[in-house]
């Protein structure tokens, strides 16, 4: 469906950015409509490139010279913005592609999310931009802005009364208003922005291609990311790859994460919506910080721009420091709910606190009293002796209301802004609620402030998230050979278990016998107890109709067992297809896990691990991640886990083989893509870990066909 | 320690609120001065009463004639302010003791908080005040203001400005800085105040006597507590259960939640902390609201506020509406993360939707588009057609920045006006980032506004569990025989289940024999299989000394287990003394529950119950209350529990018994109030319990005395 430029995310978006020459077709003199709104904005903010308003009417709109046809205009534009009813819309498309435009914004709604008449509309625009080699954004979207080069390319009501600060925060955004309420809280916070990109119904540019065109932008240092759906996990994750080697911090704002969050997305934007948790588990392979709420957003976006990739805190350690003893518990008790550590002061720092500060409490959370900010010096030499300690810990202090009391103001700024001249690599971050103007001086100082405790909290422990993320090495894709799968191992176990063994994944020795003598054949080769299990492909619960005989420890038990089975499944499934009976080992020790892999709507083929029986099922104990995964992930996986103390030598047992069963998780996500075409599910449960350097036993497995292969039956 | 007047929480407050005549020992004419500033605001503010500087110079202060003495002042002042050096302070209340004062505020610091010196001499405060009848609040407080009638016994930074407008919250906070942060953030949202309480070193009036002052005070409907630390656990209960009987909903910060903010806490207040999730129990118990962070206590108190107690929301069903499909699925993922469920709309009510607004989306979340602002009728029609809907819900509307534009504030303030008007009873809530006065119009019509999506989902999750928690029924303290216990119950197991037994808990029939002869008489009439225990006061850990033998069959293993249990306890632990072997029969199937009691530092004996073995280990599943808990309470607690799917039935297994596992921890936990003089900790596990209707049998059971029955040794 894409060509060539498309498949690779962000190419062509310079149109968007950098155009020389801006149509506005069905332009308005009126400032208050959409067709109005982009002609007056470019004015108003200087656009420095020629704009063209078009409307058949000609004449003149907001003093500039109109034309009838973007045909007509005196140069070609590289950019048009369509503001023109949907049924009018095509034709101008189809204008734009022989005057030679390189992209086009379709602000008008009416498209895809009318209706079937509207999608199929929406469908055509696309076609005819890409016979025409143009990008088109949107329809139904608020557009584009390059805030430094002031081409403003939107009707967004966040620019009504000024043009952010321009500034190395990028915003993307598939929702207009989500953008602009973003990018507007970032400009009352005192930060630059430096593109904005809202891509509404998607019929070409995506949030994949804005996050990729920002990665490779000079001026943006930071990415602001509010998305709904994925169209092509192929691409946001190209993307996502892109900005991660560009050292830029992408922080994501992904809606939909209940299950009423996304049926009413689903609703929304007519998209099929993936897992959440793999969401989670993408954005956390690529080095992405996913936040859970706008103000998170605002808050960490704030505080990381402010920061900037080069200066993230790597620890989690904070020394805590408010005027308040209560305040200094609030602050303790949110910093540590968060996820970071109070390392203890040094001795040596405690006495030059108390040298500063006779009064203070010098544990962490330090109590500095009143008397911290009596004088500029005693601040300072506090705030030294904090900055000089060797836990390297980032420095919170909370100022409350301080800030509106003139002389308290003066006493702060003046020591923050000596302990950043004299300590420029050393974290310090401030919580205040105001005024504005203070914090702003503060910001100014490359100092992040938080409105809150639990902004700080929160924005603290994202801040060390991203700084981690970025550490982590690169999951590579599926590389290697591509293959069809012989249809047996959807009948059984046995078959299923045969194809993982080739796999590289260990499971007992079995056979399938199809005799009672033969069922004792095999039992003495395998040496007693044994265990047998009906074989057919039509029984997925053997247990439910007594298809499973345990801990056979003689000949006899074993064909009666069979004769047993045999019997049982002949009369509780009479129309199952029956191979036989399974003979295996009887294994007992050690812990069970589950592994399995499942079809994500987004993502394709996602492996997914877990502490097996009760726990998987009460607790929803697993992990998943896109498939193929790495030892070395499936291995964080499983240590992710609450019961992982279960493998851990718990209660005094022996240590779990984990190498092993990360291993075993590694061959399943390797074989679920080489058969990804065939192989739609894979279950193996339980997998048996056994103590360290014994490795593990799959001893049930289970394998369901994409729907394809099940049509060929 | 405490006489009558002090024990039943809030007697004599009334001098802190309702004084006639004020003085103000060490008052000053600095109103920069702690002792200038009290004089200042009374009279700033308007009190009505006499006030009285008191200063050893005389003369004039602040206008007003000065006394050298309290003695010499015309009339005796009711409350006195004392903002005297620390070595004067004790004088000064000897003083307020012969002149008849009711009440003394000790604003200065040096106390308790700087060391033994300062302890004493505020013990001896405590006792000359108690001496003459007075209460004292303080001191290293920020005393108390009652705002209604403008008494202001405070030097609070929050009134330097203003005094709030008086209203119906009342605040009670350990730490006055957080008390005036909350007051000071309550008055900028609108909100009136009543009284306004800081209890500082709490001396002689703590959070308690302040909760239940404002239980009992008519200007009073809401109660904010702060509380960092509980000196008294029986007068906290007496307190939040006279709130409780007053349906007066109260909402509590209390801080020290992580064992770091205890520790931080502790070294604060000098206190005792008793376990986090003991306060959280008790509160639950008390229909207290807990929140986690100020942002919560000042966004739930405000709406609580609003609504009153009687039209808090009694359902956690919302209806979700917003203009922007973005934001209502951020709407829904925040609210169902907050424990909220979002309801469908009858198709009367969705019809009506689309006939107001044609392009609205119809689920819940509600898609109004911008159509539904375009004029006041059309949104009173869509809101009227929500109101009506049977579901009940409470509707969440989203402003966003909407308020700002003077025509759409135009058409939501006609609107929502409307609706109150015509549905009083329904509840309505607003999330809408300003302006300041459009939210106060809002307010003003009995609509709380939240600033942000996760304020208003944590809000109102915090407003139904306030609603819920008030129905709850009060629980009984204990009030049955207290009782000694035999000395022997510390000795085994079996008299620990022996004096359990007699207090109607069911165990094994088990006897201690001293010969194998014995043994295997016992085994006999129990019946086998049995189960074998060296049984010794000595031994703890039985398993692993090789002091316990399963399943066994027949005469001779007992005998054989019999000798070489007592072998292995002479070998492994040479000193012990031994009672012999208990024998009991061999019980299996059934679900491991563990129950026990424990000894809070604040509130006492406390009963836990949760799963047995790895999960309380590993997952701390556990649930507490402070002893007795009642068959009800108990019950609660066990459903409560993560892994409860485990006792109802999880698998295919059968329900457990779970009536009869809470009867056993009810029961525990009167045991455990009876005899609290003598056992500190009680320890019963494994309890098994059966299939329902059969019972639970508790297997093995501990018994440690109190420290002082320890040393009667």
Redesign the interface.
């Known amino acids: 469906m894409l060509n060539q430029v498309q498949a690779t995310p962000g190419t062509g978006l310079d149109a968007f950015f950098k155009a020389d020459g801006v149509a506005v077709i069905g332009a308005s003199d009126d400032i208050t409509k959409i067709g109005g709104r982009p002609v007056q904005l470019l004015r108003k903010y200087g656009y420095a490139g020629p704009i063209y308003p078009v409307n058949p009417k000609g004449g003149t709109i907001q003093g500039l010279q109109a034309y009838a046809s973007i045909l007509d205009t005196p140069t070609a534009p590289e950019l048009a913005i369509l503001a023109v009813p949907v049924e009018a819309t095509l034709q101008a498309v189809r204008d734009c592609g022989s005057r030679g435009v390189r992209g086009v914004i379709v602000l008008s709604a009416g498209f895809a999310e009318a209706g079937p008449e509207g999608a199929a509309l929406q469908a055509e625009l696309v076609r005819v931009a890409r016979n025409h080699g143009m990008r088109l954004l949107g329809p139904n979207c608020l557009g584009a802005v390059n805030v430094v080069d002031r081409l403003v390319g939107s009707f967004s009501?966040a620019l009504e009364q000024s043009l952010p600060p321009a500034g190395e925060v990028g915003i993307v955004s598939?929702?207009g208003?989500?953008g602009s309420?973003t990018m507007?809280n970032m400009a009352e916070r005192g930060l630059g922005v430096s593109r904005f990109i809202a891509t509404g119904n998607e019929a070409d540019v995506d949030v994949a291609d804005g996050i990729a065109a920002l990665a490779r932008d000079a001026d943006t240092r930071i990415i602001l990311c509010?998305m709904?759906t994925c169209r092509d996990a192929g691409r946001l994750i190209a993307a996502l790859d892109m900005a991660r080697q560009q050292h830029k911090p992408v922080i994501v704002l992904k809606?939909?994460?209940?299950?009423?969050?996304q049926?009413?997305?689903a609703?929304?934007?007519g998209a099929l919506m993936g897992s959440d948790a793999v969401f989670d588990a993408v954005f956390r392979r690529y080095g992405v910080l996913r936040v859970?709420?706008?103000?998170e957003l605002l808050d960490v976006g704030h505080a990381a721009a402010l920061l900037r990739a080069e200066r993230l805190p790597t620890t989690d350690a904070v020394t805590l420091v408010a005027?308040?003893?209560?305040?200094?518990?609030?602050m303790?008790?949110?910093?540590?709910?968060a996820g970071m550590t109070?390392p203890q002061l040094a001795d040596t720092t405690r006495a030059l606190i108390r040298e500063a500060v006779p009064t203070a409490?010098t544990?962490n959370?330090v109590?500095a009293s009143a008397q911290m900010s009596a004088r500029p010096d005693i601040l300072l030499k506090m705030l030294t002796a904090l900055q000089n300690d060797a836990n390297g810990s980032t420095l919170v202090l909370l100022l409350?209301?301080s800030l509106y009391n003139p002389r308290l103001r003066g006493v702060y700024l003046e020591a923050l802004s000596k302990i950043r001249a004299s300590h420029p690599d050393r974290l310090l971050v401030i919580i205040s609620q105001g005024p504005p103007d203070a914090v702003a001086e503060i910001n100014a100082l490359g100092i992040p402030v938080f409105p809150?405790?639990?902004a700080a909290a929160s924005g603290l422990a994202g801040l060390v998230r991203l700084g981690q993320l970025t550490t982590l090495p690169t999951a590579a894709a599926y590389g290697g050979p591509v293959d069809g799968v012989d249809a047996a191992v959807f009948r059984n176990e046995f078959h299923a278990k045969k194809a993982l063994a080739a796999a590289g994944i260990s499971v007992p020795r079995e056979e399938v016998v199809a005799s009672a003598d033969d069922a004792v054949r095999s039992a003495r080769a395998t040496g007693y107890p044994v265990v047998l299990k009906i074989a057919s492909e039509d029984i997925a619960h053997k247990t439910e109709i007594g298809g499973v005989a345990l801990g056979l420890q003689d000949d006899d038990a074993v064909r009666q067992a069979y004769d047993r089975l045999m019997a049982n499944a002949r009369e509780h499934a009479p129309r199952a297809r029956l191979d036989g009976v399974l003979v295996a080992p009887m294994v007992r020790g050690g812990v069970e896990l589950i592994a399995g892999v499942s079809r994500d709507p987004v993502f394709g083929p996602v492996v997914m691990v877990g502490l097996g029986?009760?726990y998987a099922?009460?607790?929803k104990d697993v992990a998943v991640q896109v498939a193929p995964v790495s030892e070395d992930e499936a291995l964080r996986m499983i240590r992710g886990l609450?019961?992982f103390?279960?493998l851990d030598g718990?209660?005094g047992q022996p240590k779990a083989d984990v190498a092993a069963a990360a291993r075993t998780v590694a061959r399943l996500s390797e074989f679920a893509c080489r058969h990804a075409a065939d192989v739609a599910e894979i279950d193996m449960n339980p997998i048996l870990v056994k103590p360290q350097g014994e490795g593990v036993l799959v001893l049930d497995a289970l394998m369901v066909p994409t729907s394809r292969n099940t049509s060929a039956h």
């Open positions: 009501i598939q929702s208003n989500i309420f507007r509010c709904e809606i939909g994460a209940t299950e009423q969050g049926a009413a997305a609703s929304h934007t859970r709420s706008f103000e005027a308040s003893g209560g305040f200094g518990i609030m303790a008790d949110a910093m540590v709910q109070l409490g544990n959370p109590d409350a209301l809150s405790i639990p029986g009760i099922e009460i607790l609450k019961m103390p279960l718990a209660r």
